[in-house]
């Protein structure tokens, strides 16, 4: 693996990591619940009285907030070099895996890790063992494109 030093940001993704520690922080000392959004998506399925408008008001702002970026031309330009049934593919098994895992990269890595969670260092190890691998089948099986 090699760094590509012209497109590294070590202080924009140290500043952005800072600001989603911050907001997990936050949103616990408010809400007393972890910032895990496939919980906060998932509990739109059976939600319970009241629960419904924070969840959403969450959900409009990581949507909103890229459109935003974009609209004042601080998003960088994305490329998706993948089909859309390759798309679909993989957001039902990161769906699956978040149901199985109970929890995200953002409940278990972010605000689990730092509960020292033993199952959420468990949840995110099997995570980042399991996208290694994944990349690695992809980029020599010819399924990648």
């Keep these: 693996m090699t760094i590509d030093w012209a497109h590294f940001t070590p202080l924009w993704s140290s500043l952005g990591g800072l ?3 911050l ?3 936050i949103f616990i000392l408010f ?4 910032m895990g959004v496939s919980g906060i998506l998932g509990g739109l399925i ?8 924070w969840r959403i008001i969450f959900l409009s702002g990581l949507i909103s907030a890229p459109i935003g970026a974009q609209v004042l031309g601080l998003m960088p330009a994305v490329e998706i070099n993948a089909s859309p ?3 679909i593919i993989a957001g039902l098994l990161v769906g699956f895996g978040t149901n199985l ?3 995200c990269t953002s409940g278990h890595g972010v605000c689990g890790i730092a509960r020292l969670s033993p199952r959420s260092i468990t949840a995110t190890l099997t995570f980042m063992a399991t996208g290694v691998m994944t990349v690695w089948v992809v980029h020599h099986s010819g399924f990648g494109g």
């Design 46 to 53: 059976r939600p319970l009285k009241g629960d419904i408008a």
């Design 31 to 34: 809400h007393g619940r972890i």
């Design 101 to 103: 895992g109970s929890g």
């Design 19 to 21: 600001l989603v520690g």
């Design 85 to 87: 049934i390759q798309l």
């Design 23 to 25: 907001a997990a922080s």
